[in-house]
């Protein structure tokens, strides 16, 4: 597609319910991000594919978030018995390259998941 | 670690003036790159400038500038002409850090600006 598309665009979940989230890349690039953004504060890094390879999970805030991105495009971020502090926008991020190289290719941002825990 | 600092954290320019939001930063790193995201309302981070450490001469792209200063670990984002359509978040960034000598391309943000554009 033309960008990077995120669904659902919000998303109420009631405390210890899972839910899943949806990153739908530009095709044919190879990295994708996931970040997390509470609110009035700066994105955090949450993860890394390159491909489907899943190079960097420093980010993850507990084992209750999982990511995956079983074909090298389309990525799921997973959070299970959502808490209240898991609220936030969820930002996905991708590049043609990987390393170095994305400073010539930039990164294309989707518009986000909005995450409300009630 | 990598850090960002955006001190400002809500900045009001008249229509058509000129605006400069702050930036510092915090690197071990020799090479790295800085960004400058501009995110409106709508939620969708949209880049507008990049500059690289090694890079001799300050980024421009149209109305905006990144005022960059190596030594005092500076890059700040200048915004000529003010349009009411610049009002946003701002948020600066930079790639690393690096780990086992590969960079992996992540961002750290700042905490981000808040712009507002007076008619």
């Known amino acids: 597609g033309a960008g990077v598309s995120q669904s659902p665009r919000y998303k109420v979940a009631k405390r210890g319910q899972d839910v899943a989230l949806r990153c739908d890349p530009i095709?044919?690039?190879?990295?994708l991000f996931w970040y997390q953004q509470a609110l009035g504060q700066g994105p955090e890094f949450l993860t890394y594919?390159?491909?489907?390879?899943?190079?960097?999970k420093s980010g993850l805030p507990s084992d209750r978030f999982f990511a995956e991105r079983p074909e090298g495009s389309v990525s799921t971020l997973k959070i299970q018995r959502t808490q209240q502090e898991d609220s936030a926008v969820y930002l996905c991020?991708?590049?043609?390259?990987?390393?170095?190289?994305?400073?010539?290719?930039?990164?294309?941002f989707g518009s986000g998941t909005r995450l409300t825990v009630v | 670690a990598q850090k960002i600092t955006q001190t400002q954290p809500g900045m009001f320019v008249q229509e058509k003036e000129a605006v400069t939001l702050d930036c510092t930063y915090d690197?071990?790193?020799?090479?790295?790159?800085l960004f400058w995201y501009k995110q409106p309302s709508s939620g969708e981070m949209i880049f507008l400038i990049y500059?690289?450490?090694?890079?001799?001469q300050n980024a421009t792209e149209g109305r905006y500038s990144l005022n960059f200063q190596k030594a005092r670990k500076s890059a700040n984002l200048v915004i000529s002409a003010s349009q009411l359509g610049d009002s946003a978040m701002y948020f600066c960034?930079?790639?690393?850090?690096?780990?086992?000598?590969?960079?992996?391309?992540?961002?750290?943000f700042g905490q981000g600006t808040i712009l507002t554009v007076h008619p």
């Open positions: 960034a930079m790639r690393g850090p690096s780990a086992g000598g590969t960079s992996y391309g992540k961002l750290t």
């Open positions: 690197t071990s790193d020799q090479s790295y790159g």
């Open positions: 095709s044919g690039h190879v990295s």
């Open positions: 500059q690289g450490s090694y890079d001799e």
């Open positions: 594919f390159q491909n489907e390879a899943q190079l960097d």
């Open positions: 991020a991708s590049s043609l390259t990987q390393g170095r190289a994305i400073l010539n290719y930039g990164y294309t």
